[in-house]
């Protein structure tokens, strides 16, 4: 048996490598100089100073991106999931021809890819005065975000025995309160799931805030990290320290959720 496990662990062992040396690299650099990176990127560290991350956190005002990274990712996914989950039940309670044309039409717009349509959606926004908004961006992601939530409701909620419903009806419940407090609160594995997707694009994203935002007030931390990168020199030591930083609130996140996304993954497995 253990003979059988070691080419598994073997192969493990080298994707954990693979996958692991970037970011090990980038937390290295964080540490030196710019002289120290030019002359070897992947060598230790003379002295493990904090400068660079003391300098990175005041030049790429992190409260203020870390601020508009939080409300433009949770005011998105409560759009995403709000919508997304009312949209898939509608589609899977309701089912009709009209209802299949649109549940098609979602599936295919998740296949074109954002590049072909950001140009068009720059100018048309722009002429209209939504640009440079975090609303704006929000509405943005609830745009691009619903088809694949939407998709990913409707699959989980044909599984829910319809008789629940019609339990709750027969006490005298609405539709709205079925959904609410009979469905909803059993779509707890799937909404986990869309949440963890969406919460790790949305603060990662880099795209799309630079299409939108424009002001220093208004960047997320990507777009923060971003204008360390100039034309013709880059100060990599900071850069390095800027993503540090700005990976660091995902994974508390991440770590403290870990739980649920397991427990959403099996659950959902499950179904």
């Known amino acids: 048996m253990k003979l059988k496990g070691l080419p598994f662990l073997i192969l493990s062992s080298i994707l954990f490598i693979i996958f692991f040396f970037p970011f090990a690299l980038i ?16 060598a230790l560290p003379k ?6 991350y003391i300098k990175a956190y005041e030049a790429m005002n992190f409260s203020t991106g870390v601020v508009n990274s939080f409300l433009i990712t949770v005011v998105s996914l409560v759009l995403i999931i709000f919508f997304g989950s009312m949209l898939g039940y509608f589609l ?4 009709n021809k009209f209802n299949t044309i649109i549940l098609f ?3 295919s717009a998740m296949i074109v890819p954002f590049q072909s349509i950001m140009i068009p959606l720059v100018n048309i926004y722009g002429n209209l ?32 025995p319809i008789e629940l419903e019609e339990a709750a009806r027969i006490d005298g419940a609405s539709r709205f309160k079925v959904f609410w407090y009979v469905v909803f609160p059993l779509l707890k594995p ?6 963890i997707l969406d919460s790790l694009w949305i603060w990662n994203d880099f795209l799309l805030p630079s299409l939108v935002l424009i002001s220093e007030e208004t960047r997320t931390l990507p777009l923060s990290t971003f ?24 994974i508390i996140f991440y770590l403290l ?7 959403g993954v099996i659950e959902g497995s499950i179904k």
């Open 257 to 263: 959720m870990q739980k649920q996304i397991i427990k």
């Open 190 to 195: 799937i909404t986990v799931t869309i949440a």
């Open 129 to 160: 005065g939504l640009l440079n908004s975090k609303w704006s961006l929000s509405f943005f992601y609830l745009g691009f975000g619903l088809s694949m939530a939407t998709f990913m409701y409707h699959g989980f909620i044909k599984e829910i």
């Open 47 to 52: 002295v493990f100073s904090f400068d660079n």
């Open 105 to 107: 039409m979602m599936v």
């Open 27 to 42: 937390i290295l650099n964080s540490f030196k100089s710019r002289l120290e990176i030019v002359s070897n990127p992947v």
């Open 92 to 95: 899977v309670r309701w089912n």
């Open 227 to 250: 204008y360390f990168f100039g034309q013709y020199t880059s100060d990599y030591g900071l850069a390095m320290s800027a993503l540090v930083l700005s990976i660091i609130p995902i």
